[in-house]
């Protein structure tokens, strides 16, 4: 049985390198990973939280799955979008793709 | 009877609505509706010649316990019978009179004499108001017919204007009536005091004003310039005769001075309105002049000889004249106008319409044993213990045989004039002129049944008033004849209505416009003023708010734009397309929201 501050920590730790992914790196795939990274720290917390607390419900994991999925489907829009991009513009560079500056 | 009481005034008003609306029918529709207006009028004179008396009122104003209604009784019925005979007569002398817009002649007609049924009819002196008003107002549309004529225009305001100022009285009398007394009936008692006076002096001189007593007669003979058959409905038998009956319905209400005042009142109009009468120079102003003579005597009938003796002068001479009228009005035809200088010898080629003339005159004339010779001769009797007025009610018999005659040797002797024109419709007019003709005839003998219908002092007669009244007619007649200058002389020196216009033109007219001066002074100088003041004050403002509008309000709109611009250009400086600054500032506020939920979860 792992214990809780384990749990949080490890969850801090992914958080905190999904962060460092979603704001240092350039390559719009880099930062979908981050952001992967950091849902993937949220679910941990849950879950974590979820076994501390209530230890006998099993009710709770569906928000897990729920958010599995929505990962799942996030990380498909993402890739997709940015396969596109690079299709046109022979770049996945964020920083590149200003258009939208005002 | 109570509904033909109705029905009295109403047919006629439904016959006018209808001829109005039906023009193509309108002369066929309103000889029925004439004759169907005829019909409870006499159902209602041969009721009440057995006695019979109904009222039908009900209450208009419960405030004052004002009622409003028709009456049936002896004097009612008699009215309405004359009333509604003479507009029979007339109706279908005017179908044939009208050339022209008959169908809206012919609905006037109707029209006004459903008011004057209403008149007669009136249960009290409220309703004998309304109907009063209803009479004047219809007598000055029916002048005003011609409308091309300025005359006639002229005449019907003069007309209008003159019994106005004189129902004045009447409003007066009703309302010091009714709040002295406390009731409108007729023959309630004056009130004393000044309300006294006023009662009495209104009512007299609401009768002077429409029946055209001295000093305002001058309107009747204005209103000449209205057509024929007008002139005989209105000016001979119905509306003049509503100031006589106003005297005679009022009974108790003017007994004693008041009467007194009308009997001068009516004396001295007698024998100017005969002396007018021999002026003239048109035969219809004639036929005025002599009405408003006729009229002064019935006034001496109704204060000197009692109810009877006034009606009965009243019918004989609405016969009379209105046969006369009749007869003018066909002599007009043929020779496009009624003046005198136009009339030569036109009696002589038209004999029939002539006779009817002469005999129609002569009953005015008094001339036994005709209509008005009786009624007449009454009169002097009733007189006799008033010597003033004997005299004065003598005067005015020789002063209209003097002015029946002038105009009847005109038409019979004077020169013939070309440009005779058959009229047409001559047979109509004549068939129904002859009708009121043979009434003059037959007349004279009623004076009897009247009294009794009245309740009143039959009219009587003697040898000494015969001789008088022989002598009166001899006098005036003989003077024509054999001094015709004499009268005309005479009379030239009063023609101008022995000057009354001017008399009331300096009274009513001067002040009037001295006083419409004054108002213009005033409106120029001051209303004027106030109003360019107010024109100048409203542009001061309206150029004011220009000003605040472009240096305020428009300087406020053009900043706020400004305003908007700057704070866009100023936020788009945030969107630079760089996701790193995108996510950036989210973490930034994730980080701060978050700060606020824990600090507000702690405390």
Do not use: C
């Amino acid at each position: 049985m792992i214990s809780l501050p384990v749990v949080l920590a490890v969850a801090a730790l992914m958080f905190a390198i999904g962060l460092y992914g979603v704001l240092g790196q350039t390559n719009a795939i880099m930062v979908i990973m981050g952001v992967e990274l950091m849902l993937g720290a949220a679910m941990l917390n849950v879950v974590g939280f979820l076994r501390y607390a209530h230890p006998d419900a099993t009710g709770g994991s569906f928000f897990v799955l729920i958010l599995m999925t929505l990962m799942a489907l996030e990380a498909a829009i993402g890739f997709g979008l940015v396969i596109a991009t690079f299709r046109n513009r022979r770049t996945a560079e964020i920083d590149d793709l200003a258009d939208l500056k005002g | 009877m109570a509904a033909v009481l109705w029905l009295t005034v109403l047919v006629p008003a439904a016959a006018a609505a209808l001829v109005a609306v039906a023009r193509p029918a309108a002369r066929g529709l309103a000889v029925a509706g004439a004759v169907a207006a005829a019909i409870p009028a006499w159902v209602l004179l041969v009721a009440a010649a057995e006695g019979e008396q109904v009222r039908s009122s009900s209450t208009w104003l419960p405030a004052g316990e004002l009622q409003a209604g028709l009456v049936l009784d002896g004097l009612s019925a008699l009215m309405s019978a004359t009333v509604a005979t003479v507009g029979l007569v007339v109706v279908v002398y005017a179908t044939g009179y009208f050339r022209e817009r008959a169908a809206s002649a012919l609905a006037g007609l109707l029209a006004f004499l459903a008011a004057m049924q209403g008149l007669v009819l009136a249960e009290g002196f409220l309703t004998l108001l309304i109907f009063w008003e209803l009479v004047g107002a219809m007598s000055a549309r029916l002048i005003a017919f011609s409308r091309d004529d300025p005359r006639a225009a002229a005449g019907a305001v003069r007309a209008f204007l003159t019994t106005r100022a004189a129902d004045v009285g009447l409003y007066a009398a009703v309302l010091a009536l009714l709040a002295g007394s406390g009731s409108l009936a007729f023959g309630t008692d004056r009130p004393d005091g000044a309300l006294d006076a006023l009662v009495g002096l209104g009512l007299v001189l609401a009768a002077m004003g429409k029946s055209a007593q001295a000093p305002l007669q001058t309107w009747l003979s204005g209103a000449m310039a209205g057509p024929t058959p007008v002139s005989a409905l209105l000016h001979s038998a119905t509306m003049v005769a509503a100031g006589v009956f106003l005297l005679v319905r009022s009974g108790e209400t003017l007994a004693g001075w008041p009467l007194e005042v009308a009997g001068w009142v009516g004396a001295v109009t007698a024998v100017g309105g005969a002396v007018i009468a021999l002026a003239q120079d048109d035969l219809k102003r004639v036929l005025a002049g002599s009405t408003t003579s006729q009229l002064g005597l019935m006034f001496v009938a109704a204060a000197a000889g009692g109810p009877a003796l006034a009606l009965f002068h009243l019918i004989a001479h609405a016969a009379g004249k209105a046969t006369m009228f009749l007869a003018a009005g066909v002599f007009g035809h043929q020779r496009g106008g009624t003046g005198l200088d136009r009339l030569g010898g036109a009696g002589r080629e038209d004999r029939t319409t002539f006779a009817l003339f002469a005999l129609g005159g002569a009953s005015i004339a008094a001339v036994p044993p005709l209509a008005a010779f009786w009624s007449k001769d009454a009169i002097v009797v009733a007189a006799e213990e008033h010597p003033a007025w004997l005299v004065l009610v003598l005067i005015a018999a020789a002063g209209s045989a003097a002015h029946v005659l002038r105009p009847a040797l005109i038409l019979w002797r004077g020169p013939s004039r070309d440009g005779t024109r058959s009229a047409a419709g001559r047979r109509v007019m004549v068939g129904a002129a002859s009708l009121l003709a043979l009434a003059s005839l037959g007349l004279g003998a009623v004076g009897g049944p009247l009294a009794d219908l009245l309740g009143a002092a039959a009219p009587e007669t003697s040898a000494v008033s015969v001789a008088l009244s022989l002598a009166a007619l001899l006098a005036g007649a003989g003077t024509v004849l054999l001094a015709p200058r004499v009268p005309i002389r005479l009379a030239t020196s009063v023609r101008r209505q022995l000057y009354t216009n001017e008399v009331l033109r300096a009274l009513a007219e001067r002040p009037l416009l001295i006083a419409a001066r004054l108002t213009d002074a005033f409106d120029r100088r001051m209303v004027d003023a106030a109003v360019d003041g107010t024109a100048r004050g409203v542009l001061a403002i309206a150029r004011a708010e220009d000003r605040v509008e472009r240096s305020g309000i428009d300087a406020a709109v053009d900043g706020l734009a400004r305003l908007v611009g700057r704070g866009g250009r100023q936020s788009a400086r945030i969107q630079t397309g760089r996701l790193h600054e995108y996510l950036r500032d989210t973490l930034l506020g994730a980080t701060a929201i978050a700060f606020v939920l824990v600090l507000t979860a702690l405390t």
